[in-house]
């Protein structure tokens, strides 16, 4: 309480939040290292690491002195202590003071620490933003040769359970995206011919934007029995979504469905084309089905 000009006390300003920043570490190359991430890691006062000693390899091998002259006070932040760091970092975010999050790679919260810290800042009104960097999740998904248009990322597949988890995402249409860890890449991948098809497209891809990065597109049998040999490095997965049922379509029901779109409006040209999208229909058929 301060005294006001009448002599009567009055309440203090109430604290403004600090800043929660999510940065975003390099993969695997550190020279993917973003100009602003540097900047945030040279400026930050309390960083939380996943692992504090490969964040200090990092800042070595990029030149960087962490807080800058001032220095860091550099916390770890992993899974065994998140609950317990996500309060206690809460709290230095509600006394002003900004916090600065990384995990050993890619995005915090992305299969890494930090959900539980984001959402405790969203119920508490502290600021969240972020410094995007790579991620191993798009990196494989373009370098897949599967389609890229609509995906889902599953992240590490459970323990146990394994045939029902795979068994419910069969009929999946979207390609998946998943993280393995080395030694258990041989058994995910016979569980997941298994469940989704011996046949059925997928990528292996290792030690991304590093020196011995490798990228092994085969279907889901093949690449289960490669795995059997010793494998390195971080993986990700990735593997096609289901193909769409093929539904038969008969002349006549091609002939019906451009004449519907005719009666709304449609010229014939554009009702073919519609149609043979829609159904999934070559235009060539549908054409000689409306002209019949």
Known sequence: ????????????????PGTLTLAGLPIGNSDDAPPRLLHALE??????????????????????????????????????????RAEELLAELLAGRDVLVVTDAGMPGVSDPGYRLVAACADAGVPVTAVPGPTAVTTALVL????????????????KGRRGYFGALADEPRTMVFFESP?????????MAEALGADRRAAVCRELTKTYEEVRRAPLGELAEWA???????????????????????????AAAVAEREAEGASRKDAIREVARALGVPKRDVYDAAHR
Do not use: K, W
Not at 1 to 16: D, F, K, L, V
């Open 1 to 16: 309480m301060t005294a006001g000009p009448s002599g009567a006390e009055e309440p203090r300003a109430a604290q403004a």
């Open 43 to 84: 400026g930050a006062r309390i960083i939380a690491a996943e692992d504090t000693r490969r964040l200090r390899r990092f800042a070595a091998r990029a030149g960087l002195r962490l807080g800058g002259d001032a220095g860091a006070r550099v916390v770890s932040y992993f899974d065994a202590n998140e609950p317990r």
């Open 144 to 159: 897949s040769g599967l389609p890229t248009d609509r995906f889902c990322f599953e992240g590490f597949a459970p323990r």
């Open 183 to 191: 030694h258990r890449l041989a058994a995910t991948l016979a569980a």
């Open 228 to 254: 059997r040999g010793e494998v390195r490095g971080e993986i990700t997965v990735v593997v096609a979504g289901s193909a769409p049922a093929e539904v038969p379509r008969s002349p006549e029901d091609l």
